[in-house]
C-alpha cells in the first residue's frame, strides 16, 4: 500500500523560506508522476507543481512559478518543495501526491491516486 508523509511545515515570516519534504513508501516511484498541492479552509484544492518520471519535467502553478522549486532525490521515493520568498497568499495546507505508474502529471486533483496527510504552512506579516 502506498503511503506518502509530508513534512517541513511551520511558521514563517512574509518574504522567508521552508523547505518541504513528501517521502513515499509501499512501490517503487521510478515511472511515477508526484505533485504538490495546498488547500485553504473553504476553497479548493489548488496545483502548485508536478514532477513527471523519468523525464523529470516539471510544471508549476502561475502563483508559484519563481519562487517555488520542486526536486527529487535520486532514490526517487523522496520529493522536496522549496518554499522561497513566501507571501501572504501562501498558507495552506500542502499535500503530497501520486498518480499511477507510467501516466503523466495532471494540474486535476482527481487524477491522482494517492495523498499525503499534508502539512500546515503558516506566514506572518
Known amino acids: 500500500q502506498v503511503q506518502l508523509v509530508e513534512s517541513g511545515g511551520g511558521l514563517v515570516q512574509a518574504g522567508g523560506s521552508l523547505r518541504l519534504t513528501c517521502v513515499g513508501s509501499?512501490?517503487?516511484?521510478?515511472?511515477?508522476?508526484m505533485a504538490w498541492f495546498r488547500q485553504v479552509p473553504g476553497k479548493e484544492r489548488e496545483f502548485v507543481a508536478a514532477?513527471?518520471?523519468?523525464?523529470?519535467?516539471?510544471s508549476s502553478g502561475d502563483s508559484v512559478k519563481g519562487r517555488f522549486t520542486f526536486s527529487r532525490e535520486n532514490t526517487k521515493s523522496t520529493v522536496y518543495l522549496q518554499l522561497d520568498n513566501l507571501k501572504p497568499d501562501d498558507p495552506a495546507v500542502y499535500y503530497c501526491?501520486?498518480?499511477?505508474?507510467?501516466?503523466?502529471?495532471?494540474?486535476?486533483?482527481?487524477?491522482?491516486?494517492?495523498w499525503g496527510q499534508g502539512t500546515q504552512v503558516t506566514v506572518s506579516s
Open positions: 501526491a501520486t498518480r499511477r505508474p507510467f501516466i503523466i502529471a495532471s494540474m486535476q486533483v482527481d487524477d491522482y491516486e494517492n
Open positions: 509501499g512501490r517503487t516511484f521510478s515511472s511515477t508522476a
Open positions: 514532477i513527471n518520471m523519468p523525464s523529470r519535467t516539471i
